[in-house]
């Protein structure tokens, strides 16, 4: 019985991550397609978009699908925030490396970004599920 509740409720805090991270994912190839098409390198202009959606990212995280993990203490929440981030970064350069990767390879940017997306989203979920917000 205790193992079926726990499994309903990792369900739905995987669901809830999955559409907080849909969210910043629209944040983010919005902005890498813009800078893209304005002439932007394409490492940059992943970065910036990475960037602008892990704050839509921390803003669902912490509100929507980790809320009960979410400290009321101001350390502890400076703390949560900074575990975060330094998840992000690990997204960040995993994605920055694939981005990177394949446009040497010679891979349309927009194909790299979709692998560095799919490696980075379960990296950094699984992260945050037993670091950050644990």
């Not at 559409?19 to 098409?37: E, K, P, R």
């Not at 002439?39 to 809320?67: I, Q």
């Not at 927009?110 to 990296?123: D, E, N, P, Q």
Request: net charge positive; charged share 10%.
């Amino acid at each position: 019985m205790v193992a079926q509740i726990a499994g309903m409720i990792w369900r739905i805090v995987y669901a809830r991550y999955v559409m907080a991270s849909v969210i910043a994912l629209g944040v983010d190839l919005a902005l890498f397609m813009i800078l893209l098409n304005a002439g932007m390198p394409p490492v940059p202009a992943s970065a910036a978009g990475y960037s602008t959606g892990l704050l839509a990212h921390w803003l669902a995280s912490s509100r929507l699908v980790f809320a009960r993990q979410t400290p009321c203490f101001v350390s502890r929440r400076r703390r949560q925030k900074l575990l975060f981030v330094a998840s992000a970064l690990v997204g960040l350069a995993i994605t920055g490396a694939i981005v990177g990767l394949g446009s040497k390879l010679g891979l349309d940017a927009r194909l790299a970004k979709l692998g560095a997306i799919a490696v980075s989203f379960h990296l950094t979920y699984m992260l945050r599920r037993s670091v950050v917000f644990a």
